[in-house]
C-alpha cells in the first residue's frame, strides 16, 4: 500500500513538530530525511519553499507548512475525539495567538541569538534578551497549568516545544545559566522525557531514490 511521504530533517524544530503529530496521530508515513545543505532533486521538484518538512499525501497534493500537516494530521487520525482533545473549538484563537507568537516574534530573535554569526550585524545579546522575553510569559502560563491550557496537551504546546528545545540548546552551548525557570523547564520535560521521544528523533540514513524505504514511526 502506498504512503504518504514526509520529507524530513530530523534536528529542524519546524519537521520535529510535524513528526510529533503524525507520531500522536499514529499515522505511518514513508520518511524521507534529507540534507538541508545537499538537497535532493525529488524534493526540489515538490517543494517551492525549498524548506522541510513538506507532506506528499498519496493523492499527490503536497502539504507544504508544518502546521498544516498538523492539522492534516488530526483529520486523518482514527484515534477517537483526538480533535476534541488537541485542539479544542473553544481554545482555538488562544491556541494560535501562541503558535504565531511562536514562529513569528520567537523565533526570529531565537535564529539571531542561536545563529548570531550568520546574520549581518546582529546583536547576540538584543536577542537573547527579546527571546527570554516570550520564555517568561510562557512560563507564567505554565505556572498556572502543566499545559499552556490546561492539564492536557494542545498543539500550541506540540508547535512551541521543540523551539523552546532549541533555544536550551543554543543557552547550553553558550554556558548561560538561569534560563529557564521551574514551570517551563518541568514543562519540556515532559516532551524530551516522554517513552516517544527516541522514536520521534530516531536517526534515519539520509534518503536516495535507490534506497530501501524508510518509515515514521519506525517499526
Not at 476534541?84 to 531565537?110: A, M, Q, S, T, V
Request: glycine share 0%; net charge positive.
Amino acid at each position: 500500500m502506498k504512503n504518504d511521504i514526509l520529507y524530513s530533517f530530523r534536528r529542524c524544530p519546524y519537521a520535529i513538530r510535524a513528526r510529533w503529530a503524525l507520531l500522536i496521530c499514529e499515522i505511518k508515513v514513508e520518511i524521507r530525511e534529507i540534507d538541508l545543505k545537499n538537497k535532493p532533486p525529488d524534493f526540489l521538484n515538490n517543494s517551492k519553499t525549498k524548506t522541510v518538512p513538506i507532506l506528499i499525501k498519496k493523492n499527490s497534493e503536497v502539504i507544504e507548512e508544518s502546521l498544516e500537516i498538523i492539522l492534516w494530521a488530526l483529520s486523518e487520525s482514527k484515534k477517537e475525539n483526538i480533535k476534541l482533545i488537541y485542539f479544542p473549538e473553544n481554545k482555538k484563537e488562544d491556541i494560535f495567538e501562541i503558535i504565531n507568537e511562536n514562529d513569528n516574534e520567537f523565533k526570529y530573535h531565537l535564529d539571531r541569538f542561536k545563529y548570531a554569526t550568520r546574520y549581518k550585524d546582529s546583536d547576540e545579546e538584543f536577542h537573547f534578551t527579546n527571546a527570554m522575553k516570550f520564555i517568561k510569559r510562557w512560563n507564567e502560563l505554565l505556572a498556572e497549568n502543566k499545559y499552556f491550557f490546561g492539564d492536557s496537551p494542545t498543539i500550541a504546546d506540540w508547535s512551541v516545544w521543540p523551539f523552546v528545545r532549541q533555544f536550551r540548546i543554543a543557552c547550553e552551548s553558550q554556558k548561560r545559566i538561569n534560563y529557564f525557570e521551574p514551570s517551563i523547564k518541568n514543562w519540556l520535560d515532559l516532551f524530551e522525557k516522554n517513552k516517544e521521544f527516541k522514536t520521534l528523533m530516531y536517526k534515519y540514513e539520509l534518503w536516495e531514490p535507490n534506497y530501501r524505504k524508510n518509515y515514521f514511526p519506525f517499526n
